[in-house]
T-cell receptor, first 117, second 110 residues
Framework: NAGVMQNPRHLVRRRGQEARLRCSPMKGHSHVYWYRQLPEEGLKFMVY????????ESGMPKERFSAEFPKEGPSILRIQQVVRGDSAAYFC???????????????FGQGTRLTVV | LAKTTQPISMDSYEGQEVNITCSHNNIATNDYITWYQQFPSQGPRFIIQ???TKVTNEVASLFIPADRKSSTLSLPRVSLSDTAVYYC???????????FGTGTRLQVFP
């Protein structure tokens, strides 16, 4: 059972371009979470999705950012018109059940490092 | 949501036992305490989870006193490869996501 797969691992975009980050959850996991981590900082929650539904997007900027988790295929975090401040590591995690269920572990991918030049 | 407080950094030497304490004064009855480890340039990795008393696995031990307002992650005989950031989280019925604090940056020296 492969772990959470994120691609690309590294992404360089010029200011104003679009960035698309992909996350394939572990097999059997229908819950996906996206986090952003700036250098030397902790992980900040962005969005929680369950197949085809956005459950909680309280941590996602209102503009330029969107996320989806279609019935088929990976979850996508999309950043339009990127700016230098979007440079960060973006991590995806998946779980088989809702996190609040007891003993539910979240599995993280290796992350995508976005650099905006 | 229960807020957690833990030391920003700790230093240790190889072979020593390291104890990282986390405070979570507002923990709710149904909340679990979970610790994650993050190596540089990698995603966090689950280490251990507990509700009360003591939990031990092949990696670490977790001590939780009766009032559950704090917890201590114990790493026996650390090695250089244990250098990482350790996050204490509280998860339970009131949360649908993991909330990470700043974590404790553990540096192990030879």
């Amino acid at each position: 059972n492969a772990g959470v797969m994120q691609n690309p691992r590294h992404l360089v975009r010029r200011r104003g371009q679009e960035a698309r980050l992909r996350c394939s959850p572990m097999k059997g996991h229908s819950h996906v979470y996206w986090y952003r981590q700036l250098p030397e900082e902790g992980l900040k929650f962005m969005v929680y999705l369950q197949k085809e539904n956005i459950i909680d997007e309280s941590g996602m900027p209102k503009e330029r950012f969107s996320a989806e988790f279609p019935k088929e295929g990976p979850s996508i975090l999309r950043i339009q018109q990127v700016v230098r401040g979007d440079s960060a590591a973006y991590f995806c995690a998946s779980s088989p059940d809702r996190i609040h269920a007891s003993n539910t572990e979240a599995f993280f991918g290796q992350g995508t490092r976005l650099t905006v030049v | 949501l229960a807020k957690t407080t833990q030391p920003i950094s700790m230093d240790s030497y190889e072979g020593q036992e390291v104890n990282i304490t986390c405070s979570h004064n507002n923990i709710a009855t149904n909340d679990y305490i979970t610790w994650y480890q993050q190596f540089p340039s990698q995603g966090p990795r689950f280490i251990i989870q507990g509700y009360k008393t003591k939990v031990t696995n092949e990696v670490a031990s977790l001590f939780i006193p009766a009032d559950r307002k704090s917890s201590t992650l114990s790493l026996p005989r650390v090695s250089l490869s244990d250098t990482a950031v350790y996050y204490c989280l509280v998860q339970g019925l009131g949360t649908d996501k993991l909330i990470f604090g700043t974590g404790t940056r553990l540096q192990v020296f030879p």
